[in-house]
């Protein structure tokens, strides 16, 4: 079945740290990977995604993810937070099962807080 | 250009009563989702139209739950006889097309509370 985890509910890092968000997938097919960020009030924006290619996906506000095939894994990373990223972030996965209606599973979110 | 609009932004319900959410997708964008987010879940999908073939209801979790999509555009979704299991943030999607690799973009969600 497919599925998305994030092991991590909450994390807290310092403004100016380095983050690194992390999302594991199961999924019958190549996968078509997204990471959305729901900031307080608002609905999910998307940050970047993958389908093929440079397996090191560049995205909006300095985000950047990697996908590993071998680790089932398309890790969020962000070399220095800042305070406005403060936010919930969702790891999701879809792709072509040749059904009806491919799905897009959303993982359940990993929450960030940001400390001055 | 104008996002996914979704009303009202909150609806507070008592047990039993029925309750209507509407979305208004991007224009020109074809296919739109429902998502329930609980407190501290992720989202769970609901329901999904695309174009004039008929929907996807697998999300819906109960037959207390259904919806429409008129003209190919405005959607609503209408829960009856509400329960306090309902509470949540309903979302709606609305993409391009609707094949797996379209950005869904996102409208800011309808918190329900069921009393």
């Known amino acids: 079945a497919q599925s998305v985890t994030q092991p991590d509910i909450h994390i807290t890092v310092s403004e100016g740290a380095s983050l690194e968000l992390r999302c594991n997938y199961s999924y019958g097919a190549t996968p078509y990977l997204f990471w959305y960020v729901q900031s307080p009030g608002q609905g999910l924006q998307l940050l970047l995604k993958?389908?093929?290619?440079?397996?090191l996906v560049q995205g909006i506000k300095g985000f950047e993810a990697e996908f590993k095939r071998s680790q089932s894994s398309f890790n969020l990373r962000k070399p220095s937070v800042h305070w406005s990223d403060a936010a919930e972030y969702f790891c999701a996965v879809g792709g072509n099962l040749k059904t009806s209606y491919d799905k897009v599973i959303f993982g359940p979110g990993t929450s960030l807080s940001v400390i001055p | 250009g104008a996002g996914v609009s979704q009303s009202p932004s909150n609806k507070v319900t008592e047990k039993g009563k029925d309750v209507e959410l509407r979305c208004d997708p991007i224009?020109?964008?074809?296919?739109l989702y429902w998502y329930r987010q609980s407190l501290g879940q992720g989202l769970e999908f609901l329901i999904y139209?695309?174009?004039?073939?008929?929907?996807?209801k697998s999300g819906l979790p109960s037959d207390r739950f259904s919806a429409e999509r008129t003209g190919g555009s405005v959607s609503t979704l209408t829960i009856q006889r509400t329960q306090q299991e309902d509470s949540a943030v309903y979302l709606c999607a609305s993409s391009l097309r609707g094949s797996s690799t379209d950005t869904q973009y996102f409208g800011p969600g309808t918190r329900l509370t069921v009393l």
């Open positions: 224009s020109g964008h074809t296919a």
């Open positions: 993958y389908f093929s290619g440079d397996t």
């Open positions: 139209f695309q174009g004039n073939s008929a929907p996807d």
